[in-house]
């Protein structure tokens, strides 16, 4: 311990005398503030260190804002920037902190900390000695410490990952579970005691069944006024029920959600880097893209004729394409074009009814003429029965 506050205070000038010591003070998540508050006391206990190398108590400065952040780089840590801050203004002459990783765990935010304080004469402190990142061998040791502090992250979050994966594996990972279902003690799932929940629920799937779209479900439940269930899992009273407005993304991800159908799920979303706000500490989660404008007609025509687009896949006499049709209609084109088509648009559209008549008849071996004369009697006794060219 001799030796080591010798070869400290070689790099300790007076110059570096005059200026402040930080001592930087952070736990990783608010569960650690609340549990382990021997770390923080042990952190604290590098007040007494640079007294111990020369600081007086009233030059040494306890940032411990950032408790309760991570250092990872995925949060913005303010007690951070200010360190940063004075650092580049000359204001400090020593930065404490008990180890590498509680000043950052990502390279980025580690070396502009380290570019700044070779540039304004900072040193660097921890439990094993001072550095300062003026000089090559300290340099160099504080960079493999902070690549170490990077590596060994990414270390905890694979082995963390995969001890996930192994209870996703083995159907015992505990995940949130929707409103409408709750957890008992033996983790057992069932549905939610309250009947009204139970209702609303199992009425909105049903409505989704019977009406066949969110918006169509949406409309059904403005109209007769009908909430939904929201069950608190953050803010004051977490664990409530809130009783909300209807939308088409709550039904959406109320239908979409495989836990109401009795299934097990994981994996469903991954996080997109790009869309993670910097006051959230759960990553962004990625979502499906919204509909295009230009594609969203289509879309609303093929939801609404589904069964008249796909005739052909339910019923085998159906052809897929329109060829035949073309070329059944082309005589009656060719025509058009020499005489020059029909006056108005009643005659255009009863030819092209008796054009569809003649060629069906054709192509069933139908007289013609049986069935034009059945179809008027039809018209004349709807008693008859009607007649039919499809469905021979």
């Known amino acids: 311990m001799n030796s080591d506050l010798h070869l400290s205070q070689v790099k300790i000038t007076p110059r570096h005398l005059e200026r402040k010591a930080v001592v930087y003070v952070r736990q990783s998540s608010p569960k650690q503030v609340r549990e382990h508050l021997d770390s923080q006391l042990t952190q604290?206990?590098?007040?007494?260190?640079?007294?111990?190398?020369?600081?007086?108590?009233?030059?040494?400065?306890?940032?411990?804002?950032?408790?309760?952040?991570?250092?990872?780089?995925?949060?913005?840590?303010?007690?951070?920037?200010?360190?940063?801050?004075?650092?580049?203004?000359?204001?400090?002459?020593?930065?404490?902190?008990?180890?590498?990783?509680?000043?950052?765990?990502?390279?980025?935010?580690?070396?502009?900390?380290?570019?700044?304080?070779a540039l304004f004469g900072t040193l660097i402190g921890d439990t094993d000695g001072v550095y300062d990142p003026r000089l090559y061998n300290d340099r160099l040791l504080l960079g493999l410490k902070g690549t170490m502090s990077e590596a060994e992250l990414y270390m905890m979050r694979q082995r963390l990952n995969a001890g996930r994966l192994s209870k996703v594996q083995r159907g015992e990972y505990v995940q949130r579970l929707p409103t409408g279902l709750v957890r008992l003690a033996d983790k057992r799932v069932v549905q939610d005691p309250d009947p009204q929940i139970r209702h609303v629920i199992a009425l909105v799937l049903a409505k989704f069944e019977e009406l066949g779209s969110c918006s169509r479900v949406l409309r059904y439940c403005k109209h007769h006024d009908i909430r939904l269930p929201r069950r608190q899992v953050s803010g004051p009273p977490p664990g409530d029920i809130l009783w909300r407005l209807p939308s088409e993304a709550a039904i959406g991800s109320m239908l979409t959600n495989p836990a109401y159908a009795g299934a097990f799920v994981h994996?469903?979303?991954?996080?997109?880097?790009?869309?993670?706000?910097?006051?959230?500490?759960?990553?962004?989660?990625?979502?499906?893209?919204?509909?295009?404008?230009?594609?969203?007609?289509?879309?609303?025509?093929?939801?609404?004729?589904?069964?008249?687009?796909?005739?052909?896949?339910?019923?085998?006499?159906?052809?897929?394409?329109?060829?035949?049709?073309?070329?059944?209609?082309?005589?009656?084109?060719?025509?058009?074009?020499?005489?020059?088509?029909?006056?108005?648009?009643?005659?255009?559209r009863a030819q092209g009814v008796l054009m569809s008549v003649f060629e069906t008849c054709r192509r069933q071996t139908l007289s013609v003429v049986d069935h034009v004369s059945r179809t008027l009697r039809w018209f004349g006794n709807r008693l008859l029965p009607r007649p039919l060219l499809f469905g021979r």
């Not at 007690?79 to 000359?90: I, N, P, S, T, Y």
């Open 44 to 117: 604290r206990t590098l007040v007494g260190r640079a007294q111990s190398l020369g600081w007086h108590p009233e030059r040494i400065d306890v940032f411990d804002g950032d408790l309760g952040q991570s250092a990872a780089g995925s949060q913005a840590r303010d007690d951070f920037k200010a360190l940063a801050a004075e650092v580049a203004l000359g204001h400090v002459g020593i930065v404490f902190g008990w180890q590498v990783s509680r000043l950052a765990r990502n390279n980025a935010e580690w070396y502009q900390l380290l570019d700044l304080a």
């Open 267 to 348: 994996g469903r979303r991954t996080s997109d880097p790009t869309r993670h706000h910097p006051d959230r500490r759960t990553p962004a989660m990625v979502r499906r893209p919204r509909a295009v404008p230009e594609y969203a007609t289509l879309a609303r025509h093929l939801r609404n004729h589904f069964e008249q687009w796909f005739a052909f896949v339910f019923d085998p006499r159906i052809e897929p394409t329109n060829w035949k049709a073309e070329q059944a209609i082309r005589p009656a084109v060719v025509n058009r074009k020499v005489w020059g088509g029909n006056r108005t648009a009643a005659g255009a």
